[in-house]
């Protein structure tokens, strides 16, 4: 409660800790005065400001604020992506430090997967010259109904993964000893834009991730909406239009043969296949990629978008969220987004001054799981001050236990 307060509000005092979070001023004391031992977070008062240029009357004592110490935690994240593989490292503050893409990645096999990425990513550790011992924990984010209590990938369609019994997770860990936390794309995502983008201090939004199909990360009253077994979010799944294709749930009508790269790219003519294929998930991504950066195919891009209006209208009805967030590399392209704006506006009556406001993610896919795993190890109650205490070379006389 303490650094998530902290980073909601940096500069605030014990005091005003103690108020919003209800504990004593004396335990808002002691549990300030242990973080910043451990080197996790530091003061400042505003004289220092001053000397920034900042000026500011203060009656009496100088108010002492407190702020997080960027270099006092860090996180990495593996995003498992046939678009953009990557490893990457953030600090206490969500600030990007260091990645890694990785080329060729193949996903035949679970463990296989998961022993590349967990390799890569000693590798980017070894090289940024961050100390592990200040990790947090890993944040793994993927196409995938997961279950990260148990930290298992549930199943994955567009892999073509059953359950996985916790492999990944397991592989990831024989490479480096750090807590891992699994998590769906659009989860992912949704989580890092409640912390550290569109969404900060918004209650209730719908983040929508399209890109070769599409799902949805749902948060109510801050907290994420997994549904039973996980099963929250399922968009792609949406009837529509028919069309000449095969979903992977065997329907010819989901959404996810119209407003996505999959069904894009059937109406381009670049598919000799009518069933998603999990062998051709690079082609999938690579062919998307080029269509977006391909003048001729605009009008296509623009009918995929108007293609989720009626998905989306239906959303905001049932859920009536104050923020509907559109990523993915498909979400966020300017054609598609104007295209499902319009159609909302002229077609279902959408009118951001007195409804929900549409807005494009501020997030990237490839930033999601270090963000996660912050979110997951750092600002939570999983948060193991312990572990941070011992290691940190101003604790010894300082640790409280």
């Not at 549990?31 to 400042?44: K, N």
């Not at 500011?56 to 996180?75: M, W």
């Not at 912050?374 to 070379?393: G, I, P």
Request: glycine share 8%.
């Amino acid at each position: 409660m303490i650094l998530s307060r902290i980073k909601a509000e940096p500069g605030i005092s014990r005091a005003e800790l103690a108020r919003v979070c209800g504990f004593s001023e004396m335990a808002a004391t002691r549990i300030v005065r242990e973080l910043l031992a451990a080197g996790i977070i530091e003061e400042s008062n505003a004289k220092e400001k001053a000397k920034s240029g900042t000026k500011k009357k203060h009656v009496g004592r100088p108010k002492t604020g407190l702020h997080i110490v960027k270099d006092g935690l860090f996180a990495v994240g593996i995003t498992v992506s046939a678009y953009h593989s990557e490893v990457s490292i953030c600090d206490a503050d969500g600030q990007h430090r260091a990645s890694s893409r990785l080329e060729n990645v193949t996903f035949d096999n679970v463990s296989d997967a998961a022993r590349v990425y967990a390799h890569a990513l000693r590798d980017l550790i070894e090289t940024s010259g961050i100390d592990v011992d200040r990790i947090a924990g890993v944040g793994v984010a993927l196409s995938a109904r997961t279950l990260p209590d148990r930290g298992e990938i549930v199943k994955s369609d567009y892999f073509g993964w059953l359950n996985d019994g916790g492999q990944f997770r397991r592989e990831i860990q024989k490479v480096i000893n750090l807590p891992v936390e699994i998590e769906n794309i659009a989860n992912a995502l949704a989580i890092a834009e409640m912390r550290f983008g569109a969404a900060r201090n918004v209650a209730d939004f719908t983040l929508i991730h399209v890109a070769t199909f599409v799902g949805a990360g749902v948060v109510s009253d801050h907290r994420l909406v997994r549904g039973n077994s996980g099963i929250s979010g399922q968009l792609g799944h949406f009837r529509a239009e028919d069309r000449p294709l095969v979903c992977v749930c065997d329907r010819h009508d989901c959404l996810n043969l119209s407003a996505t790269g999959f069904g894009l790219l059937s109406r381009m003519g670049k598919l000799d296949h009518r069933a998603f294929d999990t062998s051709k998930l690079s082609f999938y991504a690579n062919s998307l990629l080029a269509a977006l950066n391909d003048p001729k195919a605009t009008d296509l891009v623009a009918e995929a978008g108007e293609q989720l209006a009626p998905a989306l209208d239906s959303v905001a009805k049932l859920l009536g969220p104050k923020l509907m967030i559109i990523s993915g590399y498909l979400g966020a392209n300017d054609c598609y987004f104007n295209a499902l704006e319009a159609v909302l506006k002229h077609q279902f009556d959408y009118d951001p001054q007195g409804s929900y406001q549409l807005v494009k993610g501020t997030i990237a896919s490839v930033e999601s799981a270090a963000l996660l795993a912050l979110h997951a190890f750092c600002y939570s109650n999983r948060f193991d001050y312990d572990r941070f205490a011992r290691t940190s070379k101003h604790s010894e006389d300082a640790f409280h236990g």
